[in-house]
């Protein structure tokens, strides 16, 4: 049975189990991370899923589409490995967005694109993939035996066919290993210890290099690439620039408050089409659902298994790495970004892989 309400004209909403479905998902590219950062630093699960679940719901309703709502990896990637402090984090999310709803107003997201180059793009994707498995081999050697039986449950799911949600089910059952240790969860209201976490020694050389490195990724794949899949799947055109601008006020309006940075992303809006989401009813489906978890299973957090949450990284990292190499080109430069990005940093490799793909362009003639 379905409830379907119309709205603008042609554009609905329904609430429809593949809609339910279809938000599963999409929470394979948001839970995972946000846990994980929730449980290394000092920001709030509650307040995360708070914020995630409103602007699930609010971008859902004004593009009358399931677009994704994600965070941002590469400064996830970052602040994991201890690469940002807490505040330097967000500070990179509110360089981001800033720059990012400049771009959106004037219309210049195509011609930065073209001057960035794709392979670049992808190379900073790897390196970020890199810098999860790293840190993610890491944790999971704090307890080899919890890490090896997380490690054979995501072998099984992958070996029936399911990779997306391999990340996800590991989760799940971190969760149950957190649950035997500190009890059953009980409801209660966010607190305010997750918000204001912003000084002003947190704008930094890092925090700018970082954000540098957010953007590489953002315009290919959360404004390029997912207005692209708009099109697609859902027959609804998109700009890559109105996607900037909303990413842009997403994260100036929440990140002071203690919001994960966040985007759009291709790979939600993929994951959502494939497990069935056909309308904004998945956005609003999901929206409710991190509300329900923010109030209801926050409690588990202090007593997650690092060691499960590594190998979640891990398989977080195989996936983004994976899509990374699939479509690319120039693999010489995409690798090489890659690991200038693991072995240096994401902000200096960006700079380099741009210099080196317009060198490469100049000795080709192009």
């Excluded at 409801?187 to 000084?199: F, K, M, Y």
């Amino acid at each position: 049975m379905a409830v379907s309400v119309s709205f603008r004209g042609d554009q609905s909403v329904e609430i429809a189990w593949n809609e339910v479905t279809g938000a599963i998902g999409d929470s394979v590219t948001v839970l995972p991370i946000v846990v994980a950062v929730a449980v290394l630093t000092e920001l709030s699960l509650a307040v995360m899923l708070l914020w995630f679940g409103l602007f699930q719901v609010v971008w859902g309703l004004y593009y009358g589409v399931p677009l994704s709502v994600e965070p941002m990896k590469a400064l996830a990637a970052l602040v994991l490995a201890g690469s940002l402090a807490t505040g330097e984090f967000l500070v990179a999310g509110l360089l981001a967005g800033g720059a990012l709803l400049l771009i959106g107003a004037t219309g210049t997201l195509a011609r930065v694109e073209r001057y960035v180059g794709a392979p670049v793009v992808r190379g900073i994707q790897l390196g970020v993939a890199l810098v999860l498995l790293e840190t993610g081999l890491r944790l999971g050697a704090a307890d080899l035996r919890l890490a090896g039986v997380a490690t054979v449950v995501a072998v099984l799911i992958v070996a029936a066919g399911h990779w997306n949600l391999s990340a996800l089910v590991v989760l799940l059952l971190g969760g149950g290993v957190a649950a035997s240790v500190a009890g059953a969860p009980s409801p209660a209201l966010p607190g305010i210890d997750g918000v204001l976490l912003i000084g002003a020694g947190d704008l930094t050389l890092a925090a700018a290099e970082a954000s540098l490195a957010q953007l590489a990724m953002t315009i290919g794949n959360a404004a390029l690439a997912t207005s692209l899949l708009l099109s697609d799947y859902f027959d609804r055109e998109v700009s890559p620039d109105r996607l900037a601008s909303s990413m842009g006020v997403t994260n100036l309006a929440a990140v002071p408050f203690g919001a994960f940075p966040m985007c759009h992303g291709s790979g939600g809006v993929a994951g959502k089409y494939a497990f069935g989401a056909r309308t904004a009813g998945a956005n609003v489906v999901l929206g409710v659902g991190y509300v329900a978890v923010a109030l209801l299973a926050v409690g588990l957090v202090a007593a997650y298994p690092v060691a499960m949450l590594g190998v979640v990284l891990a398989l977080i990292a195989l996936q983004l790495g994976r899509t990374s190499l699939e479509r690319a080109a120039a693999y010489p430069l995409v690798i090489a970004v890659g690991l200038l990005g693991l072995t240096v940093n994401l902000g200096a490799a960006f700079v380099a892989g741009i210099v080196a793909y317009h060198l490469l362009r100049y000795r080709r003639g192009g």
